[in-house]
């Protein structure tokens, strides 16, 4: 069975540019997380989908970030205009069940430079 | 205030040299504690969850306690295989409707 899979492993940008993220969560689960470490700090929730749904993103930085789930599948992860300090290491979990069951499966992760 | 803290920061050990890695939180109303395993360039590996003070579990060499204030994570007679980053995360009321909050990580190195 395929894990998480993000794409791009790795991106480097330049300030001000675009870039969009993508996560293939495992088939099946519902419940899709963004997560960010920025370098030297731990990692930090963004948000979370439930299927297509938005249920939380008290996470998301600003307004530069934009999540989206299609069809409740695949989700990107826009970052527009992106800054500099948006540098860091993006991961996508996925997991079938909510509440106390929180064996979330990451994905490698994405790697942002913005320069 | 950090509400994760693990310690220490970074451990280097000798195989077999047993030990145990530190999970302090501060937040009210813990849901769960979770131990993570990650490796360089990999996502965290999920480990453990703990619910409730007192509660303990194993896997392997691995064991997790967790009391009302903090988590250890005990590694008995470790491999180079074990070395990684161990990653502490809480779930908890008002932390947001599903998101983990962690710590730092403990960067743990067994040599041969």
């Known amino acids: 069975e395929a894990g998480v899979t993000q794409f791009p492993s790795h991106s480097v940008i330049e300030k001000g540019q675009t870039v969009t993220l993508r996560c293939d969560p495992i088939?099946?689960?519902?419940?899709l997380y963004w997560y960010r470490r920025v370098m030297g700090k731990e990692i930090k929730f963004l948000l979370h989908?439930?299927?297509?749904?938005?249920?939380?993103e008290s996470g998301m930085p600003n307004n530069r970030f934009l999540a989206e789930r299609t069809g409740g599948t695949y989700s990107t992860l826009k970052v527009q205009p992106a800054e500099l300090e948006d540098s860091g290491v993006y991961f996508c979990?996925?997991?079938?069940?909510?509440?106390?069951?929180?064996?979330?499966?990451f994905g490698e992760g994405s790697r942002l430079t913005v320069l | 205030e950090d509400q994760v803290t693990q310690s220490p920061e970074a451990l280097r050990l000798q195989e077999g040299e047993s030990s145990s890695l530190n999970c302090s939180y501060t937040v009210s109303g813990l849901r769960g504690l979770f131990w993570y395993r990650q490796d360089p360039g990999k996502g965290p590996e999920f480990l453990f969850t703990l619910y409730s003070a007192g509660e303990e579990k194993e896997k392997e060499r691995l064991k997790a306690t967790l009391t009302k204030k903090e988590s250890f994570l005990h590694i008995t007679a470790p491999k180079p295989e074990d070395s990684a980053t161990y990653l502490c995360a809480v779930q908890y009321l008002g932390g947001g409707a599903d998101g983990l909050t962690f710590g730092k990580g403990t960067h743990l190195i067994i040599q041969p």
């Open positions: 979990a996925s997991s079938q069940a909510r509440g106390f069951n929180r064996e979330l499966f």
């Open positions: 989908f439930v299927k297509e749904s938005k249920q939380d």
């Open positions: 088939s099946g689960h519902d419940n």
